[in-house]
């Protein structure tokens, strides 16, 4: 069970017979985390106000330049439960508080603007120093594993916009441009420069009233709209991230404990309705920099976010995660146990459907299922997960 640090507030024992009762062996407590407003039905709160940071003291001689803000420490010892893991969950390049104090080390666009302050650009040597010192701090609170979200480029988002960008257009005003991105870009023989330029074109051309590109963001659809130049620099992205997982990994390793990666792409594609397009979250990975294939190599868990109303598209997500990691690889699926991937059923047929997909992603390879998150989904929707994993 995934479960916020903000949510302990209605009483560490009483989160934890709850998850326990529901049948859950462990438990994914937020220990670094963005900030954000969450409707909480049955926290202390019913509005939670989250801020960028972590849980614990900073252990000393750990971090650079770049420290994260502290945030009230995290009842560790009282979360200790015999028989009950306890996983690290943390947000790695999303912190806004970061990226405003150190502005240099976000992402940059085609026109030489910075994007969201919360978004850290993995290609910064500050923001990898960070992440694996992160990795480290975390793995020293003596978490069974050290669950990583947002350890890759995140796609393009804004607070208004009145030109109806498509997917394609959006993807290319994404794409970083700052030094550091083209420069490992150059080193892996792209005309970095040419891409930019394209791109440029492109998305100004948009924003100038040109049409939007029309069709989701295949390498081959963007071959055609931006070039081969483009699509070269939007791979030369896996390099960085692979890279950055490896150093985090080896790091996590070392401090005894061990690293579940979590691709954001099917948490992007199913979060607002639970009604993913077509592509698989595997298949479209590399628009995020992730490689997959390569990461299979390195790292030895990750979670699915499998955000989807359908049990059979929760099964296809899994199962293209399995072909690309490999067998040996351990997958957590991610599943919601209501809103919106269960619309509203009776609680039978709705504990019923989150059944269909708990086997469903068994069946597909997963290792195990994951419940995300007990702070946001009211308490009789909890209540399911017993019975849908009976």
């Given at each position: ?8 507030a209605e ?26 407003r969450?409707?909480?039905?049955h926290?202390?709160t019913r509005l ?17 330049r770049l420290l ?6 995290l009842?560790?010892?009282e ?21 405003a ?10 026109f ?5 302050p919360a978004?850290l ?9 960070y992440?694996?010192a ?9 978490f ?13 988002s ?6 109806p ?17 083209l420069r490992?870009?150059?080193d892996?023989?792209v ?12 998305v100004?051309g948009?924003?100038d009233?040109?049409?939007p ?7 081959a659809?963007?071959t055609?709209y931006?070039g ?5 620099y939007?791979?030369?992205?896996s390099?960085?991230?692979t ?6 990994s080896?790091?996590v ?7 579940t ?19 698989l979250?595997?298949?479209?990975a ?10 299979g ?5 990750f979670?699915?976010l499998?955000?989807a ?9 899994i ?8 067998k ?14 269960i619309?509203?059923l009776?609680?039978t047929d709705?504990?019923?459907r ?5 086997r ?7 290792t195990a299922v994951?419940f995300?998150?007990?702070?946001l ?5 909890l ?8």
């Amino acid at each position: 069970m995934y479960v916020f640090a903000e949510d302990l507030a209605e009483g560490v024992d009483q989160v934890l017979d709850r998850i326990t009762g529901y049948g859950a062996a462990g438990v994914t407590i937020a220990a670094a985390y963005h900030q954000t407003r969450d409707v909480t039905p049955h926290g202390a709160t019913r509005l939670t106000v989250r801020h960028d940071g972590v849980r614990f003291p900073l252990p000393d001689g750990l971090f650079g330049r770049l420290l994260p803000p502290l945030q009230p420490p995290l009842p560790l010892a009282e979360l200790t439960r015999p028989g009950l893991a306890r996983h690290g969950w943390t947000v790695f390049l999303r912190n806004a508080a970061i990226g405003a104090l150190h502005p240099e080390v976000t992402v940059r666009n085609c026109f030489g603007d910075r994007g969201s302050p919360a978004d850290l650009c993995p290609a910064h040597p500050d923001v990898r120093e960070y992440a694996v010192a992160l990795a480290r701090a975390v793995a020293r609170q003596g978490f069974d594993s050290v669950v990583a979200e947002d350890l890759h480029f995140r796609p393009f988002s804004q607070e208004r916009c009145a030109v109806p960008l498509g997917p394609m257009d959006a993807f290319l005003f994404g794409l970083c441009f700052c030094h550091h991105c083209l420069r490992r870009a150059a080193d892996l023989g792209v005309n970095a420069e040419v891409a930019r330029e394209e791109c440029g074109r492109i998305v100004g051309g948009v924003l100038d009233g040109d049409p939007p590109a029309q069709g989701e963001v295949t390498r081959a659809a963007l071959t055609a709209y931006a070039g081969p130049e483009v699509v070269a620099y939007a791979r030369a992205r896996s390099e960085t991230v692979t890279t950055l997982v490896a150093e985090v990994s080896a790091a996590v390793t070392e401090e005894g404990s061990t690293l579940t990666f979590t691709d954001g792409t099917g948490g992007a594609k199913g979060y607002a309705d639970g009604l993913p397009p077509a592509g698989l979250a595997a298949h479209d990975a590399w628009q995020l920099g992730v490689d997959l294939v390569a990461l299979g190599d390195i790292v030895p868990s990750f979670a699915v976010l499998a955000f989807a109303r359908d049990a059979a598209r929760v099964a296809d997500d899994i199962a293209a995660y399995q072909r690309s990691v490999g067998k040996d690889r351990e997958l957590r699926a991610v599943l919601r146990p209501g809103a919106p991937d269960i619309a509203a059923l009776g609680e039978t047929d709705a504990t019923d459907r989150l059944a269909a997909k708990v086997r469903a992603a068994k069946a597909a390879g997963a290792t195990a299922v994951d419940f995300y998150a007990y702070g946001l989904a009211p308490l009789n929707t909890l209540a399911r997960i017993k019975n849908s994993l009976g």
